[in-house]
Each structure stands twice: as C-alpha cells, then as structure tokens.
C-alpha cells in the first residue's frame, strides 16, 4: 500500500503556477498508475491527471494544457506542474497511486493529508 506525502501548495494569484509533490513513502509492489485529485467542501473528490501503466496520461478537460503530470520512479515521486492557474482550480489535491482501473475511479480507503491550493482573482 502506498503512503504519500503531498507538498507544494499554497496562494497564487489568478495565471500564476505551481507544482506539488507526491512523494511515495510505501510499498509500490500493486502500483502502476498514480493520479492527482482534487477536492472542494461539498464536492466529490475528482481525477484531474492520471498517468497509467501503458504510458497514457489523461487529465480532466477543466485543466487540459494547463496541468501537467510527470512520474520520477528514481524519486518514488509525481509531480503535477500547474499554470495558468484560475480561482476555480482551487482545492485541496491529494494524490495516490494503485491499479490502473483504482487511480482512473479514485476508489482508494486511504490518503493523505493534501495540499491546499487557493488561487485569488
């Protein structure tokens, strides 16, 4: 099971950037897809980047050519670089790591603590 760290938020201003970290510190014997999510109060968490086994990458149309996900497997880390950054791109994101079908659905019991990102107009 993998245990992550997740880094990197904080305040921006609208069209500004930033990149989190996810830093895997579990196993990653089942692992062969990592997402990054997000959250708002009231809202259901949702997929905004996946990166699966095959090497296809999707991302939410809401952050396309916006937000890019890149895995460092000499790291145990993802990253997600974010730019031109809007005030409803704020969230608190998490990130996780599974099977393929588990990182597309989100269907994970555990996660970490996030990472607030808040982006002002």
């Given at each position: 099971?993998v245990?992550?760290?997740?880094?990197?938020?904080?305040l921006?201003?609208?069209?500004g950037?930033?990149?989190?970290?996810?830093?895997?510190?579990?196993s990653?014997s089942?692992?062969?897809?990592?997402?990054?999510?997000?959250?708002?109060?009231?809202?259901?968490?949702?997929?905004?980047?996946?990166?699966?086994?095959?090497?296809?990458?999707?991302?939410?149309?809401?952050?396309?050519?916006?937000?890019?996900i890149?895995?460092?497997?000499?790291?145990?880390t993802?990253?997600?670089q974010?730019?031109?950054?809007?005030?409803?791109?704020?969230?608190?994101?998490?990130?996780n790591?599974?099977?393929?079908?588990?990182?597309?659905?989100?269907?994970?019991?555990?996660w970490?603590?996030?990472?607030?990102?808040?982006?002002?107009?």
């Open positions: 099971q245990q992550v760290a997740e880094s990197g938020g904080g921006v201003p609208l069209g950037s930033l990149k989190l970290s996810c830093k895997n510190f579990g990653i089942s692992v062969n897809a990592w997402g990054w999510y997000r959250q708002v109060p009231g809202n259901e968490r949702e997929l905004v980047a996946g990166i699966f086994s095959d090497g296809d990458i999707k991302y939410a149309d809401s952050v396309k050519g916006r937000f890019t890149v895995r460092d497997n000499t790291q145990n993802v990253y997600l974010m730019s031109s950054l809007k005030p409803e791109d704020t969230a608190v994101y998490y990130c790591g599974g099977l393929n079908v588990r990182v597309l659905r989100g269907n994970f019991q555990a970490g603590q996030g990472t607030q990102v808040t982006v002002s107009s």
